[in-house]
């Protein structure tokens, strides 16, 4: 039997469904109030196990995944299909890394600067960087002067 | 009463930074409007950290004009390039850009622009008529009746998904779930922490809606790398002049369809879920039907223009509708206005406007305002729009990501909402690509603690879990989220012919006439009497009919 992605989807959504309701009993028991703290999520999960389980029927009726025409074939097409999406992946999860090290405004202007030239190609530098430090700079400086809040410094730089 | 209400509201709003703001974020709004790919629910949401400084009244008057510029600025794209700014200007292009390219371009917009006035002012008059009306509605409401009321409009959120209906109920309690994580608000007890501290604090949920919505949307729209590169358009011209006289004695003859436009608009606003999206097809579809000469409509026919923009923009005020009288937002930008009211400690519900008359009434006005700056500045701003549409859309997405991380940083200053924001970023992308609607999960994180608020309290006062289903307002959400739940069935079986699907209707309306018979006061005797007549007729009407 060929399992399609509906399927396989939800599997895990059952298993996650069981995980979470076997995480309910740890939720601690306090002796006041009318509502158990695990009722509530127990409710949501019971019925998202069911949901899950009709998903899990539907999916398993309709069959194996048509062929789509424009799914990626070979690795090489798959990087280049989701070379966007991972490089927003990657350059956010740096950024947030980062932000301790550098502060929000430095390592802002870096992720713009970077995620820039990731996604439009490097003929675009100069544009790209001025594109970075004004946008960043200036929101940056409205949240800090204008709107008064602290943003993180980095603690190699200090601002 | 009224009189000092509003009076103490203009002076909230009218002031200069108000009134500055507005423009501001009008403007903004018709950008965002006017850039395929970008969602109005976007830039609502980014603009909510910019407004937490703010006073309440200051804050949700700019997040109201964002709103209100948002639902007119897809006009522009959709008449001058063919391409719709937003979903809820579809329709529009359909008429639209046949008209302007017949060589009527400001013909054209000045209907659009003169037709989302129209929609946006009746709507606000319709608000502030309704709105207290409903909200004394909402006062006979128990707990019983608000927690069947959230389930009724997760339902239908999900039912609007069509053939996903399970994947939409399956977004909407996973929604409430991940309410669920951290602290209990009731008794303040751990829940799905796991020992870690990050899950003990819970989500903040403005971080959520901000990942579920415009992080995923901008994975979704930098995702083919090509069209990334693009710019949005290279369509249109940017030389046109609006017609206002002769778009204003065009809908002042055509008054009939600019009305029935924003009475859909006005419903489908009210109904949980459904936005301007589908209310833009519905009266494109109602004004095409209605009219004596349907075969024009596609070739550039006025009333194709005037009923999709009309009806776009009467949906907000249907959408606030709910949320000022009950505190359950229509839609989803209804549902962020809700965050932004919570963020300033105020719990809308049925008392909200008889207890915070002036903030209620200054969301009256700035609805009303809006409208008029949206006026002004969709004529004065027409080149910027199409200006707009031409840059790459890898640019602006880089530079909004940058921008939502410093406004959800400034929510609680913890970097910990910047997590929250990447990994339901990522959920949100995931679940766009295996086909799960977004706006059940969206309500169902808003109103998941509205739930079991109300479920608690219910249980506190009488565990008959039966009430849940006896008590009329509770009977009636109840039967109305069971028919909603069938309702992509019966549309699918509909098309196949079946003959049960005659009967929908009627079953339907003798359910509720139960309740409303139950209910207190003639009138509603007289509407649950009125149901069941009209149910015996349908009836009567499905047993004769020959079988298809």
Not at chain 1, 29 to 56: C, K, N
Not at chain 1, 63 to 81: Q, T, V
Not at chain 2, 531 to 536: E, G, R, V, Y
Request: aromatic share 10%.
């Amino acid at each position: 039997m060929t399992l399609n992605r509906d399927t396989i989807l939800a599997i895990f959504l059952l298993l996650a469904c069981g995980g979470l309701m076997m995480a309910s009993f740890e939720i601690r028991e306090p002796d006041y109030g009318q509502l158990s703290p695990a009722t509530w999520p127990r409710v949501i999960i019971g019925v998202l196990s069911f949901l899950g389980l009709l998903y899990l029927i539907q999916s398993l009726r309709q069959g194996p995944d048509a062929p789509n025409p424009d799914a990626p074939k070979g690795l090489r097409e798959f990087i280049s299909h989701w070379r966007n999406v991972g490089w927003v992946f990657v350059l956010f999860l740096a950024y947030l890394v980062s932000i301790p090290y550098v502060g929000m405004l430095l390592g802002g202007m870096a992720f713009v600067f970077l995620l820039l030239n990731a996604l439009g190609g490097l003929r675009n530098v100069v544009l790209h960087a001025v594109i970075a430090l004004v946008a960043m700079g200036g929101v940056w400086a409205l949240f800090t002067y204008a709107l008064g809040v602290l943003l993180p410094t980095g603690d190699w730089t200090g601002f | 009463m009224v009189w000092d209400n509003l009076m103490l509201a203009l002076g909230e709003v009218g002031n200069l930074t108000t009134v500055a703001l507005m423009f501001t974020g009008v403007a903004v709004g018709l950008l965002a409007g006017a850039i395929p790919g970008f969602t109005i629910a976007m830039a609502v949401v980014l603009t909510l950290p910019f407004t937490f400084s703010m006073p309440p009244a200051q804050g949700l008057a700019t997040m109201i004009s964002v709103l209100v510029g948002g639902l007119s600025g897809g006009l522009m794209s959709g008449v001058l390039t063919g391409i719709p700014g937003t979903p809820s200007s579809v329709a529009t292009t359909f008429d639209g850009f046949p008209l302007a390219r017949k060589g009527e371009p400001g013909f054209a917009l000045g209907l659009g622009v003169w037709s989302s006035f129209s929609g946006g002012i009746i709507s606000a008059i319709l608000l502030v008529l309704f709105a207290p009306q409903l909200a004394q509605i909402g006062l006979e409401f128990q707990p019983w009746d608000f927690f069947m009321l959230v389930i009724f409009a997760l339902t239908v959120t999900a039912s609007l998904a069509g053939a996903n209906l399970i994947k939409g109920l399956i977004a909407g309690a996973l929604g409430l779930l991940v309410r669920t994580v951290g602290e209990d608000e009731a008794v303040g007890v751990g829940r799905f922490d796991f020992g870690s501290d990050y899950l003990l604090s819970g989500f903040d949920f403005i971080a959520v809606l901000i990942g579920l919505f415009a992080f995923s949307q901008l994975l979704s729209d930098v995702r083919d790398p090509v069209k990334a590169r693009q710019a949005l358009t290279d369509r249109g011209t940017v030389k046109i002049r609006i017609e206002h006289r002769r778009a204003i004695r065009e809908l002042l003859k055509r008054k009939f369809v600019v009305i029935r436009s924003a009475l859909i608009g006005m419903f489908t606003g009210i109904l949980p879920g459904a936005g301007g999206s589908i209310a833009n097809i519905l009266a494109y579809d109602q004004a095409k039907k209605a009219s004596k000469e349907p075969e024009t409509f596609g070739k550039g026919n006025p009333e194709g223009i005037i009923a999709p923009e009309t009806s776009n923009n009467a949906v907000e005020g249907g959408a606030l509708t709910p949320l000022m009288a009950l505190g359950i937002p229509g839609d989803v930008t209804a549902a962020i206005m809700l965050g932004a009211l919570l963020i300033h400690d105020i719990v809308p519900g049925p008392t909200f406007i008889a207890e915070e008359p002036v903030l209620a009434y200054s969301i009256f006005v700035a609805f009303f305002a809006a409208n008029f700056i949206m006026l002004g500045l969709q004529s004065g701003m027409l080149r910027v729009f199409v200006l707009v549409t031409r840059i790459r859309m890898y640019m602006l997405a880089a530079v909004i990501l940058g921008f939502a991380t410093i406004g959800v940083f400034s929510l609680n200053n913890s970097a910990d909402d910047l997590w929250t924001l990447f990994w339901f970023g990522l959920l949100g992308f995931a679940m766009r690509q295996f086909g799960f609607p977004l706006a059940p999960m969206i309500l169902g994180v808003v109103l998941g603690n509205v739930a079991e608020l109300n479920l608690s309290r219910a249980l506190a006062i009488d565990t008959d879990i039966t009430l849940f289903v006896t008590r009329p307002w509770a009977m009636f959400f109840s039967i109305i989220a069971v028919f909603s739940a069938v309702f992509p069935l019966f549309q699918s079986a509909r098309e196949r012919g079946a003959r049960w699907t005659r009967f929908y209707a009627p079953a339907m309306l003798a359910a509720v006439a139960l309740p409303l018979s139950m209910m207190d006061g003639n009138f509603r005797t007289g509407l649950a009497i009125a149901s069941l007549c009209l149910a015996a007729y349908l009836t009567w009407r499905a047993v004769s009919a020959k079988p298809a």
